[in-house]
């Protein structure tokens, strides 16, 4: 299974890596050791014998995305973010470490009326452990939490 602490990120041994969000009004939340202990300890009383398990925080992988669409008036950019940031946020349809398809941003931006398509998209990371795979989808690590850095959008 994963595990960030083998320098191949994946382990020889079964091991379980939970990975815990807090609940926070913080953009980027992160657990301290106290919550990190009390989670590990719930866990350890139940996990299978011969099983390692591993509890951390998330990994949050900054993007920076580059939009270009056509539209038929005027767009509010805060609009735009705010789509964006729910496509990425963990919850319905996004798990933590899922990779990011450029389509689903398309999808999610041209939910808003006045955009009539997007003509180009581009999505960066400055992350090393992220890369682009041979179908567009931007991987990122298995504990990683993807946020929006950066957005810049042109009509």
């Known amino acids: 299974g994963f595990d960030r602490k083998e320098p191949t990120r994946v382990s020889r041994y079964p091991v379980v890596t ?3 969000i807090p609940d926070s009004d913080s953009p980027l939340p992160l657990p301290d050791e106290r919550f990190l202990r009390q989670v590990r300890r719930n866990i350890e009383s139940r996990r299978i014998i011969g099983t390692l398990v591993r509890i951390s925080g998330p990994v949050y992988i900054p993007l920076d995305i580059r939009i270009e669409a056509i ?3 005027r767009v509010q950019i805060t609009d735009v973010e705010e789509k964006i940031k729910s496509t990425l946020a963990p919850g319905n349809h996004r798990r933590i470490g899922d990779s990011v398809f450029e389509g689903d941003i398309e999808s999610a931006v041209c939910e808003i009326d006045e ?3 997007v003509t180009r998209i581009e999505i960066s990371t400055g992350m090393p452990e992220c890369y682009k ?3 567009g989808y931007l991987e990122i690590p298995s504990d990683g939490v993807t946020w929006l850095r950066n957005l810049k ?3």
Do not use: H, T
């Open 71 to 73: 539209v038929s008036g």
């Open 133 to 135: 795979d041979a179908y």
């Open 115 to 117: 955009i009539l398509s």
């Open 18 to 20: 939970v990975v815990v």
């Open 153 to 155: 959008f042109r009509s």
